[in-house]
């Protein structure tokens, strides 16, 4: 069997527009020559990979078996390409970092600035979305690494343990403690299990903080009171800060607004009511340099924040590795 690369992508360009035309407009070929490649392909693995329907092309069983494979090929051969062609110097190629909305509120700005600073060939593209669908973009390859949060991560993922949160009970002004200018120590401090007597607007579905949250409460036979649900950080703070309700967030997504008196805040009293940042990758999967650069920019850049006290934690791992430091 001799596959030619092309074909493997215009096979994944058909598969992405749902139109063989389509396809061909993209690629910059007649239409003919598309469809007599697609053709060839399917004589080749003698199956149907497409299906031809009134609204477009869709891929069959088998297809969709092959566009796994096609684009983690092309993906890989891309890898090659990029590393060869820039002799191992200077970093260049896509680099697609998924990064949940408390985490991009941190990290977003300077990773931007310092990528764009040091590497122009770099093609950075920053995606803020719940953490819940991280570890399937990176599986998939629609994404390069992203910032994931809870326990063991899924097979399939490296995994390098950064960080470890402080959580926060999140109120109106006058609530709870007032501002966090004397640092999270200084925060009068509920057990867990008070945390019944408040009503409670939390992040729903696949959010990483509410699966930890469910987790805890249930190992805790502490039922909550969950009188709405909201997956935007800046709504639940919003929320907290009008008096709906009070929430639960890290001390990194909440810092800037207790600071300024705009929420109260008390430290969670339960040993272990923390959350565990990762930063991941697809371990089958080679990285290029532009991933391994903008990999081990996040960490420092981690480490940074940390030391500064700009990400107030409760363990910090330098580089993803070694000995946990209190903070």
């Given at each position: 069997?001799?596959?030619?690369?092309?074909?493997?992508?215009?096979?994944?360009?058909?598969?992405?527009?749902?139109?063989?035309s389509r396809a061909a407009e993209r690629l910059h070929i007649a239409q003919p020559a598309l469809s007599l490649q697609m053709k060839n392909l399917e004589e080749e693995f003698g199956a149907?990979?497409?299906?031809?329907?009134?609204?477009?092309?869709?891929?069959?069983?088998?297809?969709e078996m092959l566009l796994t494979h096609a684009a983690d090929i092309l993906r890989r051969v891309d890898v090659a390409y990029e590393d060869i062609r820039t002799a191992i110097k200077q970093p260049q190629g896509r680099v697609a970092v998924g990064l949940p909305q408390s985490l991009a509120k941190l990290l977003t700005v300077p990773l931007v600035k310092e990528v764009c600073a040091e590497w122009p060939g770099i093609d950075l593209q920053i995606i803020e979305q719940s953490t819940g669908y991280i570890p399937q973009g990176l599986l998939t390859g629609h994404l390069d690494m992203g910032m994931t949060f809870g326990g063991t991560p899924e097979p399939g993922l490296r995994a390098d343990r950064v960080l470890e949160e402080r959580l926060l009970l999140v109120g109106p002004p006058g609530a709870l403690s007032k501002h966090g200018r004397n640092g999270i120590n200084a925060a009068v401090s509920v057990p867990f299990s008070r945390l019944r007597?408040?009503?409670?607007?939390?992040?729903?579905?696949?959010?990483?903080?509410?699966?930890?949250?469910?987790?805890?409460?249930?190992s805790h036979s502490t039922d909550l009171q969950v009188i709405a649900e909201v997956n935007a950080i800046p709504e639940l703070i919003s929320l907290a800060a009008a008096g709906a309700g009070f929430t639960i967030l890290s001390h990194a997504s909440v810092q800037e607004e207790w600071r300024g008196g705009l929420v109260s805040c008390a430290r969670v009293a339960e040993e272990g009511f923390t959350r565990q940042v990762y930063l991941c990758r697809a371990a089958t999967r080679p990285a290029s340099l532009a991933v391994t650069s903008v990999w081990q920019r996040i960490l420092a850049i981690t480490g940074k924040l940390v030391d500064g006290g700009q990400w107030p934690v409760h363990r910090f791992t330098a580089g993803g590795e070694g000995a946990d430091i209190q903070r």
């Open positions: 069997m001799a596959l030619e690369l092309r074909a493997l992508r215009g096979f994944v360009t058909v598969c992405a527009a749902g139109s063989i149907a990979l497409l299906e031809r329907t009134p609204r477009g092309v869709l891929a069959t069983a088998a297809g007597e408040y009503r409670l607007i939390l992040p729903a579905g696949l959010h990483g903080l509410r699966s930890l949250i469910d987790r805890f409460s249930a």
